[in-house]
């Protein structure tokens, strides 16, 4: 059983940069492709980066491409999701999650362990 634990999120204004952590315990954390979604009121979740187990590997969304960078530490059992060029239209619950695979997929449903999320609000 993997836990993970979301932390950095915040009110922000546009243009701001943030930066998310998850930390995994509980399990083997290198076993586990990693991902961010993210959920705005009224909307379906949203994949929004992805890596590998080894880190060298990563994915993203279009809308959050350049502006976005995803990261993990195998040593420290953690994965970080480096934002910057923050829109109002990035607001929303960011959650991290692992999938027993090598490398990340877009599709939430394949992810085994979830986190509790955290909020990001952008304003303008």
């Known amino acids: 059983q993997v836990q993970l634990v979301e932390s950095g999120g915040g009110l922000v204004q546009a243009g701001d940069s943030l930066r998310l952590s998850c930390a995994a315990s509980?399990?083997?954390?290198?076993?586990?492709?990693m991902g961010w979604f993210r959920q705005a009121p009224g909307k379906e979740r949203e994949f929004v980066a992805g890596i590998s187990r080894s880190g060298a590997m990563t994915d993203y969304t279009d809308s959050v491409k350049d502006r976005f960078t995803i990261s993990r530490d195998n040593t420290k059992n953690t994965v970080t999701l480096q934002m910057k060029s923050l829109k109002p239209e990035d607001t929303a619950v960011y959650s991290c999650?692992?999938?027993?695979?090598?490398?990340?997929?877009?599709?939430?449903?394949?992810?085994?362990?979830w986190g509790r999320g955290t909020q990001v609000t952008v304003s303008s």
């Open positions: 999650a692992a999938d027993r695979t090598i490398f990340s997929r877009r599709d939430y449903s394949y992810y085994d362990y």
């Open positions: 509980g399990g083997t954390f290198s076993n586990y492709a």
